[in-house]
């Protein structure tokens, strides 16, 4: 694919992504609120994903949008409602303007994140049980994705991503874990697997202490985790201790975002 928009590329999992996504003939086309630096290959734009017209000039000519940018943890319903979800229609409705054929929608484990334990390993495609309203928003944008797949036939892929990062920040993460090689394994799968229609996967990396989520559809697209947490566990386990698994937070699967201090306040 020679041109890939990335929303949200000055963001964590953007930066990790852009290297990891370089590739010879492939321009990386790279939105974001904050002003960038184009390294090789890579073109650079300072818009919000709100607005539809500098998204859709955006998207002229590119083949897929890696759509990342957003609020990236929970807020007052205002900000998630403008960018997470109106955000999220505008990437979408600019790529079918343009003829982007394909959409990799980052989601993630919290618009599932009240499935209990019980229920691990969680399938692909379960049903939206989100923790909180940013958990909303993710479900939200699959909807979305899937509208537009089965009006407009784009290829959509929604990712829910559980722990992204350089390293695993607390001993829970032992178990949720993507790492930053196999976040760029999995988009690059999602870009240049073949005709994938709708999917709805998940992105953690192969964890000896994970088994949380299925894999199953993920690895249907040619995605195949390499990276382990448990090279940190000794370290984490001394810091944190091993999980209970009778915390509140161990109880499902958005952990604290599932926990009362996230509760939206009654007004006075």
Known sequence: MPIIVITGAAGRIGSMLRPRLAAPGRTLRLLDTVPLTAGPGEETVTASVTDLDALTAVCQGADAVIHLGGIAGEAPWPGILEVNINGTYAVFEAARRVGAGRV????????????????????????????????????????????????????????????????????????????????????????TAPSPGFRVIFGVSANTRGGWVSLDEARSLGYEPRDDAEQYAAELIAEYGEPDPADPASAFLGGTFTLPGLDADIPA
């Open 104 to 191: 990799v929608f980052a989601s993630s484990n919290h618009a599932v994140g009240f499935t209990p334990r019980s229920q691990f390993p969680v399938p692909d495609y379960a049903f939206p049980a989100p923790d909180t309203y940013y958990g909303v928003s993710k479900a939200a944008g699959e909807a979305i994705g899937a509208l537009y797949h089965y009006r407009y036939g784009l290829d959509v892929v929604c990712i829910r991503i559980l722990s992204c990062m350089q390293r695993p920040p607390d001993a829970r993460a032992l178990s949720t874990w993507l790492s930053p090689d196999d976040a760029g394994r999995l988009f690059g799968a999602c870009l």
